[in-house]
């Protein structure tokens, strides 16, 4: 049996260096860490992105946009050059393929780089691979290995326990320790039924994936409905607003406030100010 204790120095050349995997929205710049300038006084200086070697957790409502999240993340990576490992359970692989070389238009990527550095495994269309974590796992660390991925995307983890909720934190659990192994920055897209308190973490899957993962980024969609939605939000009846928030995470500090956002007609998501300025801006 290996070793189960070890000294705090024991860690320090393990211990990953803190910086941000940059998804291409303004998300990148709603982590950063806290450091002492020359002067010696605090500043926030802004991470870049998602913190290397987190595994977050993507959640919200359907519709909400976590795959165009995902997907928006995947190109943006791939097309800096990253090799990115996107399990797709829900979407089958050819529809990933188009949403991908979509977005990959409208971000104004290289298609031809972004298909070299994606590398796909389809769960949506095969049993095994969605019923079986350790055949998933097989084939995703024979992926890794092979293609030298440093991200990997499941989209959705939630879309591995359907209708065995109670494994449900096993088989995070699972995962998550998986993509620590591998030395993988990772992102877990979670459903929240729309029945659960849309606003809260918690409400995804249970209790079992906000716990386990370093951090959750919740989105959710309002569906402007009375007048009193009328007058807070300034927008017109019937339509919908979408909001992004970091809901925690155990690995840097972050921005607290509940976010605007857009899903543009080119499918990419644009985030555009506070909730709490957007509401006091007259439109
Ligand atoms: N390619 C696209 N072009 C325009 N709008 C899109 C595109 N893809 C998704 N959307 C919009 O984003 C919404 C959220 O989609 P999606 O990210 O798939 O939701 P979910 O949270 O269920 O994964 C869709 O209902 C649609 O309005
Ligand atoms: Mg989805």
Not at 110 to 123: G, L, M, P, Q, T
Request: hydrophobic content about 40%; glycine content about 6%.
């Amino acid at each position: 049996m290996g070793k189960r204790y070890f000294e705090l120095s024991d860690l320090k050349t393990e211990a990953p260096d803190l910086f941000g995997i940059p998804t291409g929205t303004k998300l990148d710049s709603m982590f950063f860490k806290i450091e002492k300038d020359s002067d010696g006084r605090y500043a926030k200086k802004p991470l870049g992105g998602i913190p290397h070697l987190s595994v977050m957790n993507l959640t919200g409502v359907p519709d909400s946009g976590k795959s165009v999240l995902a997907e928006q993340f995947a190109v943006h990576q791939a097309d800096k050059g990253y090799k990115v490992l996107f399990i797709t359970v829900e979407s089958p692989a050819s529809f990933l393929y188009s949403a991908l070389k979509q977005k990959s238009e409208a971000l104004n990527a290289d298609f031809s780089k972004v298909e070299r550095n994606i590398v796909v495994i389809d769960a949506s269309q095969d049993e095994e691979l969605r019923e079986n974590p350790k055949a998933l796992m097989d084939t995703m660390a024979y992926a890794i290995k092979e293609r030298k991925t440093s991200i990997t995307i499941i989209d959705s983890i939630t879309g591995l326990y359907e209708h065995k909720e109670v494994m449900a934190r096993q088989i995070v659990r699972q995962f998550f320790n998986f993509l620590k192994k591998f030395r993988q920055t990772g992102l877990f897209v979670s459903q929240k039924r729309s029945t659960q308190a849309s606003e809260s973490a918690e409400a995804a899957g249970g209790l079992a994936v906000a716990h386990i993962v370093d951090g959750t980024i919740v989105l959710d969609k309002k569906l402007i409905e009375s007048k009193w939605d009328v007058n807070l939000y300034n927008l017109p009846l019937g339509s919908v607003l979408r909001t992004i928030r970091i809901d925690g995470c155990r690995l840097t500090a972050h921005d607290s406030d509940t976010w605007v956002f857009e899903i543009t007609e080119l499918g990419t998501i644009k985030i555009i100010s506070p909730l709490k300025e957007y509401i006091g801006k007259g439109r």
